[in-house]
Structure formats: C-alpha cells, structure tokens
C-alpha cells in the first residue's frame, strides 16, 4: 500500500527554484510507493500565483500545476469558515494519517508538535524526513 505525502504549496514549486525531481526524490527517500495528495486549498493557492501577474512566479506555479494534474491526487475536501491552508494541512494529515512535504518553517514546526512526519528540502539538494514514516 502506497504511503501518503501531502504536498505544499511551497514544496510543489522546488523543481522549478532547484531542478530537483520532487517525486523521485520522494520515492527514494521512502523506499516504497508514494502518493502525493495535493488537497484543493494547496491546489488553489498555487493558481492564485500562476495568476499572480509576476511573470517568475507564475511560471514556477504554472509547471507546479502540470505536475499537480500529471503526477498526484487532487483531494476535494473543502476548508471549514476561517481555517487556513496551514490549518487545514494540519488537521488533513492528522485524519488521513499522511506525511506533510513542506519547506515552510512555521509549518514544519506545528506539524512537529502534533507529531506528524515532515519532509523538507535540504541544502537545496536533497529531501530529508523528520519523524517516523509508518
């Protein structure tokens, strides 16, 4: 049985900032199937920056979204009045029981009080897991 990754917004746009094939990257890191999951806020943050106007970032976001269609799962679940994306990542790995792909700081620190394994880039090269992978 695959093992489930969700996946930030910041970390769906490190292949186009560090050339670095995220989803192979995940395969060996792990060791075993993956499946990315890309819930539908993470999903809609990253058309807001395509659409962002600036030319850079939209074009980081826009190879984003053809690897989001070509290579996850969309989840649909909708967030609930005035959660966040944070929020929501949060209490979507809890559920699902999911390992969090994220570069975010913050994130990565709330992530580690509930006890929920991260993944981030490291020295702009190389994943690295923090906590168990089950």
Do not use: W
């Not at 996946?7 to 995220?22: G, K, M, S």
């Not at 989840?75 to 699902?96: C, H, L, P, S, Y």
């Amino acid at each position: 049985m695959p093992i489930c990754v969700i996946a930030d917004t910041n970390f769906l746009l490190l292949p186009a900032q560090h050339r670095i094939d995220i989803f192979e990257e995940l395969g060996n890191l792990i060791n075993r199937k993956v499946k990315v999951v890309v819930p539908l806020p993470v999903f809609n943050e990253v058309l807001k920056l395509k659409n962002s106007g600036k030319p850079l970032i939209s074009k980081q976001a826009s190879l984003a979204i053809s690897m989001i269609q070509e290579k996850t799962v969309i989840d649909n679940t909708k967030m609930q009045g005035k959660e966040t994306v944070d929020d929501f990542i949060v209490k979507f790995a809890r559920k699902k029981k999911c390992l969090v792909a994220t570069n975010d700081v913050s994130l990565r620190r709330r992530l580690r009080k509930e006890n929920i394994s991260v993944i981030f880039l490291r020295q702009m090269k190389y994943l690295q897991v923090e906590g168990r992978i089950s």
